[in-house]
């Protein structure tokens, strides 16, 4: 499993990525969910997944990139497009897959 940043430059914007424990998570965001977007302080929040657990990893990477899509969106269409769920969760996917899909040649 590939790694997830914890910042990234998104446009001219500095985007943080913070994993949190699942209680400070809920207390944080106020919802139960697996990652969420806050444009108002330029933060992807993420539940952290539990140690050892390959499964709960694969959905958190997955669910970086579904945020991420968010921001992206945010960034570039704003204020529509990225609060459409099903919009950024297909394009989160695939994002997701070529990220872990891509072979280099030589």
Partial sequence: MKRI???FQLGSYTIKVLMLEESAFKAKVGMDAYGCWDPNTL???LVKPPPRNKGAAQIIYQ???H???HAALWCSVRPRLHTDEKL???LGHSLAQLMTTSTFSP
Avoid: A, G, L, R
């Fill in 5 to 7: 940043p914890s910042s």
């Fill in 43 to 45: 933060t992807i929040y």
């Fill in 63 to 65: 669910t970086f990139f």
């Fill in 67 to 69: 945020e991420w899509m």
């Fill in 88 to 90: 950024v969760d297909n």
